[in-house]
């Protein structure tokens, strides 16, 4: 099998594929800024202390959180359009499912990494006069994030293999371009092996650089 | 924004059919799939905490190739490039003979998938139980696997009930995933509805409250069978 391996197929198509590449990173990226922003909001709601901001939050993040990303993706390619009245293209509709679904999984990482601050930090930031949002940005969020770095890069990682998702709508991400390839040029072998060793290669790499950093930042 | 609205589609011939059998294809690809996870998990698991060097790398290196492949693109490695990688005969079997492809790949993967992420589960249930408790297994004249057996295993699966049932609930939503190689499920089976009669609303509603039901009876569920295997006195288990 492996002597008919054909490397011109990937060779001459390697333009293509880097397109989908930089699709893939482009959606990876954008998911996890959106999602990081509302993540930290409803992990602030969720501590807030009243019951209603935490009520809401909470039950956004279950309801994400007991549904599959395929149903979200579906979701939001079916309801985007029908709210803003105009056809916005697969892209944009994914993006959108991307950060409400990651924001989710962010919160609750993010609520754990504001616990994981002690309470003296915030009396602390309390007792030189500084307001809660003063408090939050200059003293508690600093040290959360930082105590929280290992496990965020680790959900990039989840949230970047989960990009391949959108493959359901069409949208030409990195294994859609593959896939593509793989059903014109008749090369499905040749495609989806090299998919999964690019895949393989840069998550291994990226879990392997945490565990680096994670044992020099151990504290 | 205009939509008619028109609950009864989902009660309708043939759409309440495909919705029940979207459940039922669903639920059988979850439960092969867990079967699968859970056993193989728990070896890869047992096999990363042993003092063997190359039982632990073999364990290390299937828990490292399968966690850092997208589930949709073993999924397709397993329908589409596995039969083309055995010996003619069996390939033709596989491809033409095997019964029911789309749910036997459908399960293998995603147990395989999930037997990753429940090793490393199990690894680290073991690995907090500590040191302490296989030091003095050993003093007291066990053997190692009696040791697992007797001492290791009993407490860390009940340490590990609550990441085992969040796991359950990850091959459940993965699940979805089977879509993509013809596996008619939930999700699937609410598409195809929107496709057919354009009422996206109630079909993707309905799937959702599917899930919502099964995630909430299995959570349920779980948190009954954690108090009822509790050791009285641990304090990481008895307490909510």
Same mark, same amino acid.
């Given at each position: 099998?492996?002597?008919?391996?054909?490397?011109?197929?990937?060779?001459?198509?390697?333009?293509?594929?880097?397109?989908?590449?930089?699709?893939?990173?482009?959606?990876?990226?954008?998911?996890?800024?959106?999602?990081?922003?509302?993540?930290?909001?409803?992990?602030?709601?969720?501590?807030?202390?009243?019951?209603?901001?935490?009520?809401?939050?909470?039950?956004?993040? +279950?309801? $994400?959180?007991? #549904?599959?990303? &395929?149903?979200?993706?579906?979701? /939001?390619?079916?309801?985007? %359009?029908?709210? *803003?009245?105009?056809?916005?293209?697969?892209?944009?509709?994914?993006?959108?499912?991307?950060?409400?679904?990651?924001?989710?999984?962010?919160?609750?990482?993010?609520?754990?990494?504001?616990?994981?601050?002690?309470?003296?930090?915030?009396?602390?930031?309390?007792?030189?006069?500084? +307001?809660? $949002?003063?408090? #939050?940005?200059? &003293?508690?969020?600093?040290?959360? /994030?930082?105590?929280?770095? %290992?496990?965020? *890069?680790?959900?990039?990682?989840?949230?970047?293999?989960?990009?391949?998702?959108?493959?359901?709508?069409?949208?030409?991400?990195?294994?859609?371009?593959?896939?593509?390839?793989?059903?014109?040029?008749?090369?499905?072998?040749?495609?989806?092996?090299?998919?999964?060793?690019?895949?393989?290669?840069?998550?291994?790499?990226?879990?392997?650089?945490?565990?680096?950093?994670?044992?020099?930042?151990?504290? | 924004?205009?939509?008619?609205?028109?609950?009864?589609?989902?009660?309708?011939?043939?759409?309440?059919?495909?919705?029940?059998?979207?459940?039922?294809?669903?639920?059988?690809?979850?439960?092969?799939?867990?079967?699968?996870?859970?056993?193989?998990?728990?070896?890869?698991?047992?096999?990363?905490?042993?003092?063997?060097?190359?039982?632990?790398?073999?364990?290390?290196?299937?828990?490292?190739?399968?966690?850092?492949?997208?589930?949709?693109?073993?999924?397709?490695?397993?329908?589409?490039?596995?039969?083309?990688?055995?010996?003619?005969?069996?390939?033709?079997?596989?491809?033409?003979?095997?019964?029911?492809?789309?749910?036997?790949?459908?399960?293998?993967?995603?147990?395989?998938?999930?037997?990753?992420?429940?090793?490393?589960?199990?690894?680290?249930?073991?690995?907090?139980?500590?040191?302490?408790?296989?030091?003095?297994?050993?003093?007291?004249?066990?053997?190692?696997?009696?040791?697992?057996?007797?001492?290791?295993?009993?407490?860390?699966?009940?340490?590990?009930?609550?990441?085992?049932?969040?796991?359950?609930?990850?091959?459940?939503?993965?699940?979805?995933?089977?879509?993509?190689?013809?596996?008619?499920?939930?999700?699937?089976?609410?598409?195809?509805?929107?496709?057919?009669?354009?009422?996206?609303?109630?079909?993707?509603?309905?799937?959702?409250?599917?899930?919502?039901?099964?995630?909430?009876?299995?959570?349920?569920?779980?948190?009954?069978?954690?108090?009822?295997?509790?050791?009285?006195?641990?304090?990481?288990?008895?307490?909510?």
């Amino acid at each position: 099998m492996f002597d008919q391996f054909d490397t011109n197929v990937i060779l001459e198509n390697l333009h293509f594929l880097i397109e989908g590449m930089q699709l893939t990173l482009l959606l990876t990226i954008a998911a996890i800024c959106g999602g990081l922003v509302l993540g930290t909001l409803l992990a602030l709601a969720r501590l807030s202390g009243f019951w209603i901001l935490s009520l809401v939050s909470s039950t956004y993040v +279950n309801f $994400f959180r007991s #549904m599959p990303l &395929i149903l979200v993706i579906f979701w /939001f390619y079916f309801l985007v %359009p029908l709210i *803003l009245g105009q056809p916005v293209g697969g892209y944009y509709s994914v993006l959108i499912a991307f950060v409400l679904f990651e924001a989710a999984y962010y919160c609750e990482i993010i609520r754990a990494g504001i616990q994981s601050v002690s309470k003296g930090q915030v009396y602390a930031g309390q007792a030189v006069g500084l +307001n809660y $949002f003063q408090n #939050m940005c200059y &003293i508690v969020l600093p040290q959360a /994030f930082r105590n929280m770095i %290992p496990v965020l *890069l680790t959900q990039a990682i989840i949230l970047f293999q989960d990009t391949s998702l959108v493959y359901v709508v069409g949208v030409k991400d990195f294994l859609v371009s593959a896939d593509l390839v793989a059903n014109r040029e008749n090369r499905i072998f040749e495609m989806f092996t090299t998919v999964a060793c690019v895949y393989l290669i840069i998550c291994l790499s990226g879990s392997l650089l945490i565990r680096k950093l994670q044992m020099r930042y151990a504290l | 924004m205009q939509y008619n609205w028109d609950w009864g589609v989902i009660f309708r011939e043939p759409y309440l059919e495909w919705i029940l059998s979207g459940i039922g294809w669903t639920m059988s690809v979850s439960i092969a799939a867990w079967i699968l996870a859970f056993s193989l998990g728990s070896i890869i698991g047992i096999l990363r905490t042993t003092n063997n060097r190359i039982l632990r790398a073999i364990a290390t290196v299937y828990v490292e190739i399968f966690r850092n492949i997208p589930l949709i693109v073993q999924m397709f490695l397993w329908y589409f490039v596995f039969p083309e990688l055995l010996p003619n005969d069996s390939g033709m079997w596989v491809k033409r003979e095997m019964p029911m492809p789309e749910f036997t790949t459908a399960a293998i993967c995603l147990g395989l998938y999930t037997a990753s992420r429940v090793a490393e589960q199990i690894r680290s249930g073991i690995q907090s139980i500590g040191q302490g408790q296989n030091n003095a297994g050993l003093a007291t004249g066990l053997t190692t696997v009696q040791v697992y057996r007797y001492i290791l295993l009993p407490v860390g699966y009940r340490i590990m009930i609550p990441p085992l049932t969040s796991e359950f609930l990850t091959i459940f939503k993965n699940s979805s995933v089977a879509l993509t190689i013809g596996v008619l499920e939930i999700t699937a089976q609410a598409r195809q509805i929107e496709e057919y009669t354009f009422q996206g609303f109630e079909a993707f509603t309905t799937a959702t409250i599917l899930y919502i039901i099964v995630t909430s009876i299995v959570m349920i569920l779980m948190r009954v069978v954690e108090g009822r295997v509790s050791i009285p006195g641990m304090i990481s288990l008895g307490a909510k």
